[in-house]
């Protein structure tokens, strides 16, 4: 069964920086579609950044290309989001996704950003 577990989100000013972490089991995060969603209040979940297996290949939404990475820990099992620049409307709760062949997509319980002006 696959569990996803995020981890680092928090209250950060804007212009500073936050990096979120989720940490997979029951599959092998190298061998998955790895991505990271968020969605604010009021709104729908939208797509923030992908990393594909196996070649690492990486996505990003326009409204954070440049300022957001998302990166792989085979090692850890993990898939991080490295967050710069924080703005306002980056606040969110923002959820990590696996697809595997087996399992389909599974979701986290999401962690909450909030940025403060």
């Known amino acids: 069964q696959v569990q996803l577990v995020e981890s680092g989100g928090g209250l950060v000013h804007a212009g500073g920086s936050l990096r979120l972490s989720c940490a997979g089991s029951?599959?092998?995060?190298?061998?998955?579609?790895m991505s990271w969603y968020r969605q604010a209040p009021g709104k729908e979940r939208e797509f923030v950044a992908t990393?594909?297996?196996?070649?690492?290949?990486?996505d990003y939404a326009d409204s954070v290309k440049g300022r957001f990475a998302i990166s792989r820990d085979n090692a850890k099992n993990t898939v991080s989001l490295q967050m710069n620049s924080l703005k306002p409307e980056d606040a969110a709760v923002y959820y990590c996704?696996?697809?595997?062949?087996?399992?389909?997509?599974?979701w986290g319980q999401g962690t909450q950003v909030t940025v403060s002006t």
């Open positions: 990393i594909t297996n196996p070649g690492g290949t990486t």
């Open positions: 029951g599959f092998t995060v190298s061998s998955s579609a």
């Open positions: 996704r696996a697809y595997t062949l087996h399992y389909g997509f599974s």
